[in-house]
């Protein structure tokens, strides 16, 4: 036999749902919320290097190993090879070292850069061997991304530590990264500012208000009596597209970037919600969605069930400015007062999709 749900009246919060609570007219949040300077980001350090002190779980029985190994000993004045090349008798020598393995480390620079000297943690992880467990991080060089840039602007050594025993091929060393080379990240460029609002606020109508919002904080600076008033305010800030806003420092900003670029990141933005989402992740069988996610006339069929959205005549509201539109979460709560098994409520939420009738965008993680 089979259920049927039909959605007419209010239904009970469900711990199933995450459900994010409406904005209300007026709702603001800063700036900084929503978006980042353009130039503050992390860089990614990236080099080869080798782990010693391994009992019996490395392996140098390949040539990419025994290279760099035999690279070590001769810098550090114990050449393995008299002619300085790894001829047989020298790769017979090394192939059955089983205490050192060839490994790729990374260490990430902060937003706001670094500078020499400053000790950076940096992962581990083995390109060959069986586990890291209780070696030693030799030494590795660290480039930057740009291939094409030889500087190295890191060192790194240190003892490993294994956070996970099921994977014993990854591992890191805390503050075992050296700066070398200083790394900046300018935030500013021309006498301008790029605003990067982040993936869940890149919309157009969010930059739009955005711009607005800005020109309404600085147009203070231009004269009601300019004739190039409205030009000046364009060039004071604009919307390159839908993610990057550049936004001119202000004359009396001039020698004082860093408190325009504080102040400017503390201006309240109204009605910064992003479009309607639901994001899904079927492994953990989790739902979350914007409060506001609605869908259309549709009845589903699934397993022993039959789901009727397609009458709202004597549909019960929430709110009162609510319209009869039928929203997800209330058919999520109909389904989890069923005991309806989370991936078959995943699986109705797709199947709503697929036909066009979910009115947000379907994330699946």
């Known amino acids: 036999m089979k259920l049927t749900v039909l959605l007419r009246s209010t239904l009970a919060a469900t711990t199933l749902l995450a459900c994010a609570t409406p904005a209300f007219a007026g709702s603001a949040t800063t700036l900084r919320n929503i978006c980042r300077i353009k130039g503050q980001e992390t860089n990614t350090l990236q080099g080869f290097g080798l782990v010693v002190g391994l009992n019996g779980t490395g392996e140098a029985d390949d040539l990419p ?19 300085g090349r790894l001829d047989e008798d020298a790769l017979e020598a090394l192939k059955n070292i089983k205490n050192v393995s060839l490994v790729m480390v990374t260490a990430t620079v902060p937003a706001t850069g670094a500078r020499r000297g400053d ?42 530590q ?10 890191r060393v805390h503050a075992g990264c050296q700066m070398q080379q200083d790394v900046f990240t300018p935030f500013w460029k021309d ?34 009596n300019d004739k190039n008033y409205e030009q000046k305010l364009q060039q004071l800030v604009h919307a390159v ?22 102040e400017l990141l503390e201006i309240n933005i109204y009605d910064a919600e992003p479009e309607a989402r639901v994001v899904i992740n079927p492994r953990s069988g989790s739902i979350v969605i914007s409060g506001d996610v609605e869908i259309g006339d549709v009845v589903v069929t699934h397993r022993n069930l039959v789901v009727d959205a397609t009458n709202y005549a004597s549909f019960e509201s929430v709110d009162p400015g609510d319209t009869n539109k039928l929203k997800l979460d209330r058919l999520i709560n109909a389904l989890n007062n069923l005991r309806v098994p989370a991936d078959d409520i995943i699986e109705i939420i797709r199947g709503i999709d697929k036909l066009g009738k979910l009115h947000a965008k379907l994330i699946i993680e």
């Open 191 to 224: 006498g301008y500012i790029t605003l990067v609002l982040d993936k869940n606020h890149a919309d157009f109508q969010i930059a739009e208000s955005v711009v607005h919002q800005i020109q309404d904080t600085y147009s203070q600076y231009i004269s009601d």
């Open 241 to 262: 597209n839908a993610a990057n806003i550049r936004v001119q420092i202000p004359e009396i900003y001039k020698f004082d970037p860093v408190g325009f670029a504080a």
């Open 119 to 160: 000790q950076l943690d940096c992962r581990v992880s083995a390109i060959n061997g069986k586990s890291l467990a209780g070696g030693q991080l030799a030494f590795a060089a660290l480039k930057g991304p740009n291939t094409q840039d030889k500087t190295v602007y890191a060192l790194c050594q240190g003892s490993l």
């Open 65 to 83: 190993t025994m290279q760099r190994l035999a690279r070590a000993m001769e810098l550090l004045g114990s050449p393995v090879s008299m002619t």
């Open 162 to 171: 294994v956070d996970d025993a099921a994977q014993p091929m990854v591992a």
